[in-house]
Nanobody
Framework: EVQLQASGGGLGQAGGSLRLSCAAS????????IGWFRQAPGKEREGVSC????????YVADFVKGRFTISSDDAKTTMYLQMDNLEPEDTAVYYC???????????????????WGQGTQVTVSS
């Protein structure tokens, strides 16, 4: 059974850092594209970053480019989102997901995923 468990959210300050983790079970990241999404109150879900299973290339949304970094461990069972230089606008529930449409070569990350983690709240104070 494919399962995803996100952790690491919490309260951060503007300009500070947080790191999210997502532990996968039932599969490895060689099997599916993986990624992070977020949804702020009253806003649509948006794709933040993803890793392609085919070549390991990454996509990062323009609104976090240069501030957020996606990575995975060598075992390809834990995914991370390093969030630096946080802004209040980063406040949202963050979700990890698997089987994501992720095509870094043409800067595409879809909003659909077949498997979702439970979400972790990130709140950034100014």
């Amino acid at each position: 059974e494919v399962q995803l468990q996100a952790s690491g959210g919490g309260l951060g300050q503007a300009g500070g850092s947080l790191r999210l983790s997502c532990a996968a079970s039932g599969f490895t990241f060689d099997d599916y594209n993986i990624g992070w999404f977020r949804q702020a109150p009253g806003k649509e879900r948006e794709g933040v970053s993803c890793i392609s299973s085919s070549d390991g290339r990454t996509y990062v949304a323009d609104f976090v480019k240069g501030r957020f970094t996606i990575s995975s461990d060598d075992a390809k069972t834990t995914m991370y989102l390093q969030m630096d230089n946080l802004e209040p606008e980063d406040t949202a529930v963050y979700y990890c997901a698997a089987d994501v449409i992720c095509i870094p070569g043409i800067q595409i990350m879809g909003l659909h995923a077949d498997y979702w983690g439970q979400g972790t709240q990130v709140t950034v104070s100014s």
